[in-house]
């Protein structure tokens, strides 16, 4: 819910209001139920207010504490916020209102910010304390709720979105090429730098302390994955029983509400299963769906669209169903509105989202989604049985780094990006990043098929998911629409790091049986292509929710048919955005290599549909960004 902005002068300048009042302007889509303001000499905090707990004014922000010590401005929702405000009014502390915010000021005036390491649910907290005249930032365990800051060395500018800090009239935009580096290795950012020279990500579970004699801004981390510490005594039988009791509690957690709820129905077993648990709490809940015009579809794409099983669902859950189909043409008028509101670019085929988000927001202001549980339970098999039998923790980086470079691989960097690009980045920078995500955990090892399985589960988890949340966030929000994520409450997500690997890929003793008959003092070559062994304890934990034909099919990607539409109807759309004259991006990448790129996908059947997507966005990024375009 919501929208923070914020802006802290530590050199002591006045903080104007009407220069707040602008920035915030710029994630009004975020907050259309009302706007707060608090401006005290140099600094500022703003607020735009989507309602769902205590919908009245009494739960309007900037909010301070009883005693004045404490003001913030917070986004996103704290789910167990009743069972610590019982335990702070037996401390003493009074409240005025039913929100979730109210608790959050008078947690930390009774503890301190380490009273953020306490919360269950997603959140993006500024916290101004009074006495002190510190700045405080601190964003949730997994990273659901977005916070971006920039720093000059006198001035401090947060917002959820990005768009608010570059209104600031010290922040002159500029690519950061590092940060474009990344791009377009991964299709994501994998360090905490955005496209936007200067303004970071704040990682998360961390809190920054920001005070008049700050040089930088130093996170603290207080919270980690860790996938080392599983109980492998742990029978099969034990694990399903309490992942089922677990995933049941946090739906039930995750549907308090002052406004509608409502669910994701995808077809799949993850958002199934919470539309099961979610329907036992609201009367015909309302469930969305998004499928896609599969005429042009061709290969495995004609596969994609997954509205039967979904309907299959809606009908045994009587819930009230409502689809969203899209097909090609939807691409054109989507994409600009989508980089508008992206920003940061991160994982590829976004349009989805947008859409079926714009349809649940007619009629809920929060939805239900089942991300998460793919990368807690292992639902992507085929990844982890490509690295499971490295010979050592080199070997593994090199596998691995090898199948995340998802777009264009180091060594042809120097053909994608132009020559001024190439002249100020490190090719091998995104190598480095990419082994830094497992080094900042110095309990991994890399000795068994089992620690290299979990190593990918924190790898991914660390990198891919956030991606995933920031899309999810983002075009959500565009429409006013709040999600939530019920895979990721601390109690469950802590269960889940301790399940033995044995119980989430039901093959894997067969597989590693047959590694060390085959191996030859060597490491063998093998090629995975489909697998249906994946989330094996939570598959079975959800058998009693779902209808048995859902929980048998085999995992497949979920996407849209992009292969078939570029070659078919966007194809004059693809090469009118990115090669014209007025193509912008070729000031970074050379128009010869998109030119050779989008000719082998139109013309030669090779598949290079995220890249050409990639491509797309990071043109229209230019275009809206350094261009000015209206959108």
Not at 456 to 466: D, N, V
Not at 525 to 542: C, H, P, W
Request: proline residues 3%; glycine residues 6%.
């Amino acid at each position: 819910m919501c929208g923070i902005v914020g802006v802290f002068n530590l050199n002591h300048d006045a903080v104007y209001r009407d220069q707040l009042k602008l920035m915030a302007e710029q994630i009004a889509h975020r907050g259309p139920d009302g706007h707060g303001f608090f401006v005290k000499d140099n600094i500022g905090l703003a607020h735009k207010r989507l309602a769902i707990l205590d919908t009245s004014d009494k739960g309007a922000q900037p909010m301070s504490s009883k005693s004045q010590k404490w003001t913030i401005v917070f986004n996103g929702c704290i789910y167990n916020f009743s069972e610590l405000k019982q335990e702070l009014k037996a401390k003493g502390h009074t409240f005025n209102s039913e929100s979730d915010t109210e608790v959050i000021c008078e947690g930390l005036e009774a503890y301190g910010i380490t009273f953020f390491e306490r919360l269950n649910g997603m959140f993006a907290i500024a916290a101004w304390n009074n006495e002190t005249k510190e700045l405080f930032l601190s964003r949730d365990r997994f990273g659901i709720k977005p916070l971006y800051y920039w720093f000059n060395g006198q001035t401090v500018c947060f917002s959820s979105e990005i768009k608010a800090i570059i209104k600031h009239p010290d922040y002159k935009i500029n690519v950061d090429l590092d940060a474009l580096n990344e791009y377009f290795t991964f299709q994501n950012v994998f360090s905490y730098n955005t496209l936007f020279k200067g303004v970071m990500m704040l990682p998360p579970a961390n809190t920054v302390k920001i005070d008049a004699s700050s040089t930088y801004v130093k996170h603290n981390s207080w919270w980690d994955y860790d996938f080392t510490k599983t109980d492998e005594e742990m029978t099969f039988k034990y694990a399903k029983k309490e992942t089922k009791r677990l995933f049941k509690q946090a739906v039930t957690r995750q549907m308090i509400s002052d406004v509608p709820v409502g669910a994701y129905l995808s077809g799949g077993m993850d958002s199934g299963s919470i539309a099961a648990v979610a329907s036992e709490h609201v009367e015909r809940l309302s469930t969305f769906t998004c499928g896609f015009d599969m005429s042009e579809a061709t290969g495995r794409e004609a596969n994609f669209d997954e509205r039967r099983d979904a309907e299959l669902m809606a009908n045994h859950f009587k819930t009230e169903q409502f689809e969203q189909v899209m097909n090609a043409g939807d691409i054109r008028w989507s994409l600009p509105k989508l980089v508008y509101h992206l920003e940061d670019l991160r994982v590829g085929m976004s349009y989805p989202n947008y859409y079926i988000s714009r349809l649940a927001s007619k009629f809920v202001k929060v939805c239900l989604q089942g991300t998460g549980g793919d990368e807690l339970f292992g639902g992507y098999p085929w990844r982890y049985y490509k690295v499971f039998d490295s010979l050592d923790k080199e070997d593994f980086f090199d596998q691995y780094y090898d199948f995340w470079q998802r777009l264009v691989p180091d060594s042809d960097k120097e053909n994608l990006f132009t020559k001024d690009v190439v002249d100020n980045i490190d090719i091998n920078e995104p190598r480095k990043v990419f082994e830094r995500v497992f080094t900042f955990n110095g309990k991994l090892k890399y000795d068994t098929p089992e620690q290299h399985i979990n190593n990918s589960l924190y790898f991914e988890i660390k990198t891919f998911l956030p991606g995933l949340f920031l899309v999810g966030d983002k075009l959500a929000m565009a429409h006013g629409l709040e999600e939530r994520f019920p895979f990721m409450d601390n109690d469950l997500v802590d269960f889940a790091m301790k399940v033995p690997v044995k119980h989430k890929l039901g093959n894997l003793e067969k597989e590693i049986k047959r590694i060390d008959e085959n191996a030859e003092k060597e490491k063998k070559s093998i090629s995975y292509t489909e697998f249906d062994d994946g989330k094996n304890v939570l598959r079975k934990a959800m058998s009693d929710f779902i209808p048995k034909e859902i929980i048998n099919r085999k995992k497949q990607g979920f996407s849209a048919p992009d292969e078939s539409w570029y070659r078919g109807e966007n194809a004059d759309y693809v090469k009118e955005l990115l090669l014209s004259d007025n193509t912008v991006s070729t000031k970074y990448i050379k128009k010869e290599y998109i030119n050779k790129i989008v000719d082998e996908h139109i013309n030669k059947g090779i598949n290079h549909r995220l890249l050409i997507w990639s491509f797309m966005n990071f043109e229209w990024w230019c275009k809206i960004f350094i261009n000015e375009e209206k959108v």
